[in-house]
């Protein structure tokens, strides 16, 4: 098996302020091949995002971060100094934004956005780097990409900018996209675009994807792996058709059971998972889950589950379904 | 090669300012001002501002367009000089003042509730507290009557507000997911400022930099006016300080002159200012 594009060894985020210590990520591992997309979904604040800022190194004052290796092509970056890792960013690891419209600086043109991200770190001449910048526009199915080149994002609709961003995250070719939430703000048809494009570059030129999302209908439409996330703790690592058709862990199967099913003869009641996130700072003992989840016994609200993520399935459960 | 389309919003901007008729008035109006201003510093205008050409006090003529002066000096050729004079103020404290604050504010606002956002504050709230005119006969006092004082003293406090501007919106906009977006592809924080967060406050910093311009050319006649201001050279501000006495006299050639061009400058400053900004503002124009 070839070495993972991304590998990530016991993340930790924690949050320090004056009231203590929070964590917002709990150790977690995994690891992405070339050519593979992997979801990570969870309810919101449940660390997805962290984690993704965390692995790019880009959390705000305040927060730290302790891992034992983040590694993007074997190469460990999660040492490099500030100047290094600015290499390293955009060029071997890029990220998509969720709102495409925020993502882009409003007083430049897209082509002088990507552009001068290809320049920054690649270099060449200014004809070169012009044809690269529309060929990445072109590789994300814009049949004229000059048109999208001279025109300013407010120019444009929601999706085409998403469209953009990506070309602007993979005009370098990166090894890794991490993509957060790329499709919330967008709909349905748009949606499926820009999924369908992000499958192609992923296949083209074997970029691994982190897809970070709390819709599990992107996951299950892109991903061939998915990792279920819960107050900063991986629950259920598997695969994706796994997943949808035997959920081991209780939570991923309430995730599942939330999604709506139109046209099915069951009765109408979309389930919602009992109780609410619990704030980071009251996070119960034991499994995180426990006191929401309709299995728990004694064991679970003591001592944690661990979840062997050294296996290709793996479910932080004592008692999986 | 980002020049075309750079080029393409720049003629875009220059259609809605032609469409726009109070802008392109203004914009007459400082052009002509201009004009006469480049006409005077390379020699060709305003040149006798100080000879004494007719007698005290003469009338309108063919000679003495706006009539003579207490001297028998022409008040045409010293307002003409002093369009001069009020250019080289506006453009020196404009640009001096504009610059520092905002770099001060671009500082303070990238680096805000840190040491250096606290001590930028401080200096601006000190210079702020001092009541201005008396800071300006202060500072004029302490370079022994130099005549680069006023324009010192307008530099250092005129930068507080261009600054406090900026760092407000530095704030607003280092919020803004681009800027997260550019940290992801790597550029260091001082290269964010410069390329991603000044470029975004730049309508507001030409608002401010006209209005700087204005009140600079105020000030100066105000400062000339007490006497604090221009000392070699004429500027409206000095022959307003004249006409205080000729008008008690029924005298008005002075007065009329000086006011009347202060007035027109500003007023088409002020038009041309507000229509830039609309013309500018590339979000709401294209909508």
Known sequence: MSSPALGVKDLSVW????SGRKQLVDSISFSINPAEATGLVGESGCGKTMTALAIL???????????????VNGRDISRLNATQRRAVLG??????????????????????????????????GNAHIRQTMLDSLESVGFSQPEEIAAAYPHQLSGGMRQLSMIAMATVCKPAVIIADEPTTALDGSTRALILQQLGQLQAQHRTAILLVSHDLAVIRQSCRKVMVMYCGRLLESTDCQSLFSHARHPYSAGLLACIPQIGSDRPPAISAIPGQVPAATNLPPGCHFAPRCTRSEQQCRQSVPGLNSEESKGVACFRPL | MTQVPMRQETSQAWQRLKSDRYGMSGLVVVAIFSLIALCVWSGLLGQGWSDVSGNRWEGVSSTHWFGTNLLGQDILQRTLFGTATAFEVGLIVTLASTILGTVMGALAGWYSHSWLDEAILWLKGVLDSIPFYLFAAAVAFALRGSPWAMHLAMIITFWTTTARIIRGEVM?????????????IG?????????????????????????????????????SF?????QD??????????????????HFGNFIAAGTSLFILLMGFNLLADALQDALDTRRATG
Do not use: C
Request: charged share 15%; glycine share 10%.
């Open chain 2, 233 to 250: 050279g004429v500027s409206w501000g000095l022959m307003l300080a004249e006409s205080s006495q000729e008008v008690l006299a029924g």
């Open chain 1, 15 to 18: 949050l320090e302020s004056k």
């Open chain 2, 172 to 184: 607003r906009i280092k919020q803004r997911e681009f800027i997260e977006a550019s940290r992801a």
């Open chain 1, 91 to 124: 060029r071997d690891i890029a990220m998509i934004f969720q709102q495409p419209g925020t993502a882009l600086d409003p007083v430049f043109t897209l082509g002088h956005q990507i552009s001068s991200v290809y320049r920054r770190h690649t270099g060449g």
């Open chain 1, 57 to 71: 190194g880009l959390l705000p004052a305040g927060v730290k971060v302790e891992s034992a290796a983040i590694e």
């Open chain 2, 187 to 223: 550029l260091p924080g001082l290269t964010i400022i410069f390329r991603h967060v000044l470029p975004n406050t730049f309508h507001i910093l030409l608002v401010q930099a006209s209005i700087v311009f204005v009140a600079a050319i105020n000030t100066e006649v105000i400062l």
């Open chain 2, 226 to 230: 007490l006497g604090l201001g221009i």
